[in-house]
């Protein structure tokens, strides 16, 4: 392909417009993506990944960061705890009416809106420790016992491991984990009509690949001092398991890839994954923390991982309070998925992300992300505001904040490579293009 004699058709076919303007940020990334479509010169679809977790749909994709640190580190209620309690029970609960009882008897709230913060300010462990540390006993009794029974600690021990409990990062083989399933929607776009191939070509495309309109689901662990235990399980949704798929997928090693008709995870997903990942992953004598999901139950009976950690599963109703992932770790988490999907939507057309192996790319690269240090902080305030741990929240920095935002014009650091910048790895700071991010995985 001559990139001249595109520059040429396409001036050809716009030569009436040629009045001058200043060149807008839309332009420079139509033409990166005309750039980019000579380069590799490679197919075009239709088909997208859209990474929806099924707790909080329907968020603003982009405000959600800002809006979640603003709540945490700027809302400074006006009432105290108790009248707090009030308010939310008055307006939540109660259903009075804002104008007409709630605000005539705490005057200073200004809007409707300020009791959803209030609401999300007292969640997120402002005021409601009390709920929590029953919890917490609960788990600290259940902890003495389980060391007791191994006359790991004596009775007279049992007031220091308190202390020891409340200050685990000094702990040496006693860490906290969380587990949770997110699930990611493969979703097809089918307004992209930029295409060279035949519309029969294109119909096909598009029917096998809406056999693949399943979620698929992630289940992440966190620990609570602010590490990610990898791989990460990813269940695929394939109707039956291609023979390559292992092979395929050999390469993302902080990935442990199963698949399944519905790409849900199942019984005998979780019995693998404990024996294969969180056994041999975790330190021993550990805690993880569960929620009620039946699917776990199995696993759970295994000698080896009675043997390996102590579970404590979380009550139904307590979950979305007490599970550290759900509080502060989902959200980051689909932030940067979807902006990154977006970037590469916008710039990177060819590449087609809803399938199997480019799924596993966007995957791990995250994932590889979220392992750098700079993000401990960030995971470890996702136990603080789950009243699991004491220390207060330092300023941290989310994955889609520090990754993306940096020049655009910024050129990848590889040796003789030139072009522009994808993301910059928040272990080395070095931006990287596309290419040196998601096709040749960066890791440093
Ligand atoms: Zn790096
Ligand atoms: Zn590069």
Not at 16 to 21: H, L, M
Not at 90 to 119: A, G, S
Not at 134 to 163: G, P, T
Not at 295 to 323: M, W, Y
């Amino acid at each position: 392909m001559n990139p001249r004699n595109i520059i040429m058709l396409l001036d050809s076919h716009f030569a009436s417009a040629n009045t001058f303007s200043e060149v807008t940020l839309e332009e420079i990334r139509m033409s990166e993506v005309i750039i980019h479509m000579v380069e590799t010169s490679d197919a075009f679809s239709f088909v997208d990944l859209y990474f929806a977790m099924p707790e909080d749909d329907t968020d603003d994709p982009y405000s959600s960061d800002d809006e979640q640190k603003e709540l945490i580190h700027l809302y400074r209620p006006k009432y105290n705890d108790q009248q707090n309690e009030d308010i939310i029970d008055r307006y939540f609960v109660k259903h009075q009416n804002f104008e007409k009882t709630v605000q005539k008897r705490y005057p200073l709230l200004k809007t409707p809106k300020e009791i959803h913060r209030i609401r999300d300010y007292v969640n997120a462990g402002g005021t409601h420790f009390q709920k929590w540390t029953m919890i917490r006993e609960k788990l600290f009794e259940q902890f003495c016992e389980w060391k007791r029974q191994r006359q790991i600690v004596h009775d007279n021990d049992l007031k220091e491991a308190a202390l020891l409990l409340a200050e685990q990062y000094d702990l040496p083989n006693f860490k906290l984990y969380n587990t949770d399933q997110s699930g990611i929607k493969l979703e097809m776009i089918t307004g992209r009509t930029l295409t060279f191939e035949g519309e029969k070509k294109i119909t096909a495309v598009a029917q096998r690949l809406n056999a693949l309109q399943h979620s698929l689901t992630i289940q992440p662990v966190i620990s609570c001092d602010g590490d990610i235990v990898e791989p990460t399980l990813v269940v695929f949704a394939e109707e039956k398991e291609p023979k390559k798929f292992q092979e395929e997928l050999a390469e993302f090693d902080n990935l442990y890839c199963k698949s399944k008709p519905s790409g849900l995870c199942d019984i005998k997903i979780e019995r693998e994954w404990f024996r294969d990942v969180m056994v041999p992953k975790s330190e021993p004598g550990s805690l993880l923390l569960l929620d009620s999901w039946s699917g776990f139950n199995q696993a759970l009976e295994d000698d080896i991982v009675k043997e390996h950690l102590l579970i404590e599963r979380i009550p139904k109703k307590c979950t979305s309070r007490v599970q550290a992932l759900d509080k502060y770790w989902n959200r980051p988490n689909k932030n940067f998925y979807r902006r990154l999907c977006d970037k590469v939507r916008l710039k990177y057309h060819a590449h087609i992300l809803a399938i199997r192996v480019n799924i596993a790319r966007m995957i791990s690269l995250v994932l590889y992300q979220w392992k750098a240090p700079r993000f401990k902080p960030l995971i470890r305030y996702a136990w603080n505001a789950s009243g699991y741990i004491g220390e207060r929240p330092q300023e941290f920095v989310t994955p889609a904040e520090f990754c993306l935002n940096f020049q655009p014009s910024t050129r990848c650091f590889m040796e003789n490579c030139n072009k522009i910048g994808f993301i910059r790895c928040a272990h080395c700071e070095n931006v990287i293009c596309f290419a040196h991010s998601m096709i040749i995985q960066h890791r440093c």
